[in-house]
């Protein structure tokens, strides 16, 4: 009898279709950065590194005790919190009420399954912006869909002609905005917004906006939801605004997220999700409850942020590098004028590990995404070794 070969069964299965994870690629420059004489100061992931608001921490223990299981809708509380959030900080209109949020069990979860779970398939496609955060590509391929990178400020200019392929608009069922960008920081505006959802609307296209860096504005005045009126009309048909408490709330950990809007499409959400049981556990849903009326430590943390891009803005600009968009969000995008691992391989033998931005899309090539999460003492050394390059 002739033996399986387990490996070659992984090749044809879904993995064995997928690119390679990215951050893989940079094993070599993090070991060559770890062994810079003062450390390494990682700079290439968004991961949080202050604390969790000791009201949510508090919250979180006075919840342990919780037996039984928890509903994928989330508590009563959780949802009003959810609804009185989406109001005051993503001008979301009054009707949007408790039949139009979800929990979710953080943000990369639904980015990588919306496709599945809004019913699209192998026949169908996603679109979403060129320069862009892997995982709305890893949505489409996950069931077979076809992947359209688009240049979504060309989009809101020029309709179909900022395709690809102008042809592909009927094939399009998804469409993912990312205001403020991961990772270039770019912000779209109100009328550029509404432009989009008004031709997406036209050929029944459902638009999910991810807006999870939305409290975290430097160089704009605002950062505007597709549940803003200017943007929607003030109807919520077929616009979906996904957002987490990772970034402004030090939450990554608690997987603590939401998406808001059209309640038909939050029903569609909320039967898919109960029949796969995915639910945020029950202490987690209270003390997100407690994160999202706490603007107060969402607005200190901000402030932490902003002293640290104070610091690590100049020295990359010192250092020969030019900051292109970053108006908003934990990311500095910057070029040093020639191929994006050649920064990354440069800045790593100063002990500083960044992100090149061919991650995020060929248009990323001669870029590299520098985070501003990490503690502040991180940060004053990456600035010094920057500017003694």
Do not use: N, W
């Given at each position: 009898m002739a033996v399986s070969d387990p490996q070659a069964t992984t090749r044809r299965g879904l993995a064995g279709r997928l690119p390679a994870f990215p951050w893989d690629a940079l094993a070599t420059a993090k070991k060559r950065a770890a062994g810079h004489p003062g450390g390494i100061v990682d700079l290439s992931v968004g991961t949080p590194?202050?604390?969790?608001?000791?009201s949510v921490q508090q919250a979180l223990i006075e919840a342990a005790n919780?037996?039984?299981?928890?509903?994928?809708?989330g508590t009563p509380a959780l949802r009003e919190a959810l609804v009185d959030f989406v109001g005051r900080h993503r001008a979301a209109p009054a009707h949007l009420g408790t039949d139009g949020v979800l929990?979710?069990?953080?943000?990369?979860?639904?980015?990588?399954?919306?496709?599945?779970?809004?019913?699209?398939?192998?026949?169908?496609?996603?679109?979403?912006?060129?320069?862009?955060?892997?995982?709305?590509?890893?949505?489409?391929?996950?069931?077979?869909?076809?992947?359209?990178?688009?240049?979504?400020?060309?989009?809101?200019?020029?309709?179909?002609?900022?395709?690809?392929?102008p042809s592909a608009a009927s094939r399009i069922r998804l469409l993912w905005l990312n205001s403020p960008s991961n990772p270039t920081g770019d912000v779209l505006d109100a009328a550029q917004m509404a432009a989009i959802v008004a031709w997406a609307r036209?050929?029944?296209?459902?638009?999910?906006?991810?807006?999870?860096?939305?409290?975290?504005p430097w160089t704009v005045d605002e950062v505007p939801s597709v549940l803003d009126p200017r943007v929607s009309g003030g109807v919520l048909d077929g616009v979906l605004c996904v957002y987490s408490l990772s970034k402004q709330s030090n939450l990554a950990g608690y997987r603590a997220a939401?998406?808001?809007?059209?309640?038909?499409?939050?029903?569609?959400?909320?039967?898919?999700?109960?029949?796969?049981?995915?639910?945020?556990?029950?202490?987690?849903?209270?003390?997100?409850?407690?994160?999202?009326?706490?603007?107060?430590?969402?607005?200190?943390?901000?402030?932490?942020?902003r002293g640290r891009r104070d610091v690590l803005e100049p020295a990359l600009r010192a250092a020969g590098g030019e900051i292109r968009g970053s108006q908003a969000g934990l990311y500095l995008w910057t070029t040093f004028a020639e191929p994006a691992m050649s920064t990354v391989d440069r800045l790593a033998d100063a002990g500083v590990l960044v992100a090149p931005g061919m991650f995020y899309?060929?248009?990323g090539d001669v870029f590299v995404r520098v985070a501003l999460t990490a503690t502040d003492e991180r940060i004053t050394t990456a600035a010094r070794r920057l500017e003694r390059l």
């Open positions: 590194v202050d604390a969790t608001p000791a919780r037996p039984g299981y928890p509903t994928t809708v929990p979710t069990v953080g943000s990369k979860e639904l980015v990588a399954h919306l496709p599945f779970q809004l019913g699209l398939g192998p026949e169908d496609a996603v679109a979403f912006p060129h320069i862009a955060y892997p995982t709305y590509d890893m949505g489409a391929r996950f069931i077979g869909a076809e992947s359209i990178a688009v240049d979504m400020a060309a989009l809101a200019a020029h309709g179909d002609a900022a395709l690809p392929d036209e050929r029944g296209i459902i638009v999910a906006s991810d807006e999870c860096y939305a409290l975290l939401f998406v808001a809007g059209d309640p038909q499409l939050v029903g569609e959400l909320v039967a898919v999700r109960k029949q796969a049981g995915m639910m945020l556990p029950g202490p987690m849903q209270d003390a997100m409850t407690v994160a999202l009326g706490d603007d107060a430590a969402a607005a200190a943390q901000r402030e932490i942020y899309g060929e248009g």
